[in-house]
T-cell receptor
Framework: DQQVKQNSPSLSVQEGRISILNCDYT??????FLWYKKYPAEGPTFLIS?????DKNEDGRFTVFLNKSAKHLSLHIVPSQPGDSAVYFC??????????FGQGTILTVHP | ETGVTQTPRHLVMGMTNKKSLKCEQH?????MYWYKQSAKKPLELMFV???????ENNSVPSRFSPECPNSSHLFLHLHTLQPEDSALYLC??????????????FGNGTRLTVT
């Protein structure tokens, strides 16, 4: 039973446009959510997070939105840059700290 | 430089071999993790160590044996693996004092191929 799902395996966006990556979860006990970014031949790196007490967190070009009633979160990247091309993983945790990851979305930003 | 170093980067082994994966972190963290990433699957948590004590074993087969001699080093000993164990094995560390929302810091992984 996959508790964190990224239903889009890939996304292709033009440079300068907005990239929207989506993530759905089923466990209502999740109360902290993170996005990680992974380049080929490298490990995932932390990008941005959000607590369940918030519905939006912004860091530069990256914004994460949380819709608790829909059990849905999204990562917005604007403007998208070719260097943003990577695999993006959504992750969720309970207060016990155990992270559950989604299967990832491959983002390609075309010049 | 990620602060978490994994060796080797690539490993090819036969099903009867014994090998070990090594992870070292220089971030002063006290929690270390092994994750497995198979193609088109989510990262799967394998083991967690907090202050050198194993606190999580996510139903991992006994052919995978972790060892954490100190808070900076983590090993994964491999023996009699199966071809389906071929995957990217990622080590991570975090600060347990705020592990609830402390991001994991990952190494670059070991790409394991079992022949």
């Amino acid at each position: 039973d996959q508790q964190v799902k990224q239903n889009s395996p890939s996304l292709s966006v033009q440079e300068g446009r907005i990239s929207i990556l989506n993530c759905d979860y089923t466990n209502s006990m999740f109360d902290y959510f993170l996005w990680y970014k992974k380049y080929p031949a490298e490990g995932p790196t932390f990008l941005i997070s959000i607590s369940s007490i918030k519905d939006k967190n912004e860091d530069g070009r990256f914004t994460v939105f949380l819709n608790k009633s829909a059990k849905h979160l999204s990562l917005h990247i604007v403007p998208s840059q070719p260097g943003d091309s990577a695999v993006y993983f959504c992750a969720a945790s309970t207060s016990y700290g155990k992270l559950t990851f989604g299967q990832g979305t491959i983002l390609t930003v075309h010049p | 430089e990620t602060g978490v170093t994994q060796t080797p980067r690539h490993l090819v082994m036969g099903m009867t071999n014994k090998k070990s994966l090594k992870c070292e972190q220089h971030l002063g963290h006290n929690a270390m993790y092994w994750y497995k990433q198979s193609a088109k699957k989510p990262l799967e948590l394998m083991f967690v160590y907090n202050f050198k004590e194993q606190t999580e074993n996510n139903s991992v087969p006994s052919r995978f044996s972790p060892e954490c001699p100190n808070s900076s080093h983590l090993f994964l000993h491999l023996h009699t693996l199966q071809p389906e164990d071929s995957a990217l094995y990622l080590c991570a560390s975090s600060s347990p004092e705020s592990s609830y929302n402390s991001p994991l810091h990952f190494g670059n992984g070991t790409r394991l191929t079992v022949t």
